[in-house]
């Protein structure tokens, strides 16, 4: 049987994992990928997640009912982090028409030939909805800032693309676009999957020995991580600098995926606990209406199984003796 966990529990269980607004982050130093490994809830994962899985059906059933606020869910993490197996566990139990996820890959030329929010705003969620984005709008202040060439082919003006005060711009923007979405109903949970370089070279590994694995590996894995000290280095800028208090970064300890489905469960859960999403309630005249419509279809049955019956004998009577 899953543990039993209550509200107060997870928020209890996810407090850690979260980045301060305002506070300086250094990776790996202030939040260790390997936590997970050592945590005594690592032995009942599964359980809790089970257990977690169930809660987030019943809260996003409210969710959409209410159809008042909306909920997107950022996913940010280094390459073998764990992001799809998170979601595919993590949002197992719920409604898929509830639910969507956008992984945002090159931006296409009529996305350059917008902001850089542009393509992020039309996917943003509807009311009533959970929206999932593998991998972000932070891509434009994490792999456009470890690769300075994208940044070139993004079509803005030479003057506004020189020095570093376009990544506290971003920043800005980033944070003044989150916050209107809060201000709307539009609640952002945004989750770091912390992963070590020791384990992500591990489950590189295992993509290449087995053959099942293969698929997921390119060539581009390999060359990506011989950037890994210029990543964490925008990782920990981007945490420090758009960690708010309406949009809170939550850093996962992803080395155990167990683990780390659990908390990102348990993150999600306590966004929607927060909300309280609750059934529209009803008025007597509605009741009354449904009452009067049950009362009809009540009578119509009746008269089915009645009228059924009465042509069953109308036909035995007009058999022949």
Do not use: C
């Amino acid at each position: 049987m899953a543990p039993r966990i209550t509200p107060k529990r997870i928020a209890e269980f996810i407090e850690p994992f979260r980045v301060k607004p305002g506070s300086k982050v250094r990776l790996p130093h202030d939040f260790d990928p390997e936590a997970g490994n050592r945590s005594r809830r690592g032995a009942d994962a599964k359980q809790i997640l089970a257990s977690g899985v169930e809660m987030l059906a019943d809260l996003q059933e409210r969710l959409a009912a209410q159809d008042s606020y909306g909920l997107l869910v950022v996913l940010q993490a280094m390459d073998a982090a764990g992001k799809d197996g998170t979601i595919r566990h993590v949002m197992s139990g719920v409604n898929p028409q509830g639910v969507s996820v956008h992984s945002f890959k090159v931006p296409s030329s009529e996305d350059l030939d917008h902001d850089f929010l542009w393509r992020y705003q039309k996917a943003s969620p509807e009311r009533g909805s959970i929206a999932i984005f593998n991998r972000s709008h932070y891509e434009e202040v994490l792999v456009v800032r470890v690769h300075p060439e994208f940044l070139a082919n993004q079509k803005i003006p030479a003057s506004l693309r020189k020095g570093k005060d376009i990544w506290q711009r971003r920043y800005r923007s980033i944070n003044d676009w989150e916050h209107h979405l809060v201000e709307n109903g539009i609640r952002v949970v945004k989750i770091f999957l912390n992963v070590s370089n020791e384990e992500q070279r591990r489950r590189f590994l295992s993509r290449i020995d087995e053959p099942e694995k293969n698929w997921k590996f390119s060539a581009n894995d390999a060359k990506e991580r011989t950037f890994w000290n210029s990543y964490q280095k925008a990782f920990a800028e981007m945490l420090s600098h758009t960690s708010t208090n309406h949009a809170p970064w939550y850093v996962i300890p992803a080395d155990n995926k167990p683990f780390a489905r659990v908390a990102a469960a348990a993150v999600i859960a306590n966004e929607l606990i927060d909300i309280d999403p609750q059934y529209p309630t009803v008025s007597k005249e509605q009741r009354d209406l449904l009452q009067g419509m049950r009362g009809a279809l009540g009578g119509d049955a009746d008269h089915g199984r009645h009228g059924a019956a009465d042509k069953a004998a109308a036909a035995e009577g007009a058999k022949p003796a």
